[in-house]
């Protein structure tokens, strides 16, 4: 179930029965301890998770991206992380009601200053609504990218329906001075493939 990205990093992912698309969860690692990003729920994966380390938070890159992030931090009794809506500029209003209804009220807002485990950083996506998280040499993004047959990839690029080269190219200019920022040397998604080393070659 767990593919080895790195050797403190490792994902798992389903096919999103309604898009069509492989989704995927990261697993990091430190010192026996584990974070999960963007989680999916599966059968087993409660005490699967717990042999590689023990849990100790989860954190969601983007809205969208709930999966089984308040299942199992309830399950775990862990902290969950979500989206600070103000710096992300969700609608505030209508992210209460998403919260309340997927009862994740115990989620603490988090923001580019949120001191967040294993020291991860988070950096504001703009017009994306999504954090991207800096963690070791990696990048973590929700949407806005991704690997094509071991390219970089921006949102969108021909796997959404809605494929706008426009907004491809306002998701490259909002995530490429992170990337540069950062100096990441990989970026992990939650789709398609991830890209382990080489990151800074492939900005365009």
């Known amino acids: 179930m767990f593919e080895p990205i790195a050797g403190n990093i490792f994902r798992w992912g389903t096919m999103d029965g309604e898009s069509g698309i492989m989704m995927y969860a990261h697993l990091l690692l430190k010192d026996g301890k584990a974070v999960l990003v963007d989680p999916i729920a599966m059968p087993n994966i ?4 717990k042999i590689l380390g ?5 954190i969601m890159t983007n809205y969208p991206h709930l999966r089984g992030s308040p ?9 969950l992380f979500i989206p600070d809506v103000k710096e992300v500029d969700e609608d505030e209003a209508l992210t209460a009601i998403f919260i309340d209804l997927y009862n994740m009220k115990h989620g603490k ?5 949120t001191k967040l485990p294993f020291g991860i950083k988070a950096y504001n996506i703009p017009g994306r609504h999504e ?7 990696y990048l973590i993004v929700g949407d806005s990218a991704y690997g ?10 021909g796997i959404w329906p809605d494929e706008d080269g426009s907004k491809s190219k306002a998701t490259a200019d909002s995530l490429i001075p992170i990337i540069e920022k950062t100096g990441a040397k990989g970026l992990l998604s939650g789709h398609n493939e991830d890209i382990p080393s080489g ?5 365009p």
């Open 46 to 49: 409660v005490p699967m998770i």
């Open 54 to 58: 023990e849990p100790i938070g989860i």
């Open 71 to 79: 299942l199992l931090s309830r399950q775990y009794n862990i902290p």
């Open 109 to 113: 807002p988090y923001g580019e200053n």
């Open 131 to 137: 954090f991207a998280l800096k963690f070791d040499d």
């Open 148 to 157: 094509i047959q071991g390219k970089l990839k921006f949102y969108p690029s």
């Open 199 to 203: 990151l800074q070659e492939m900005i």
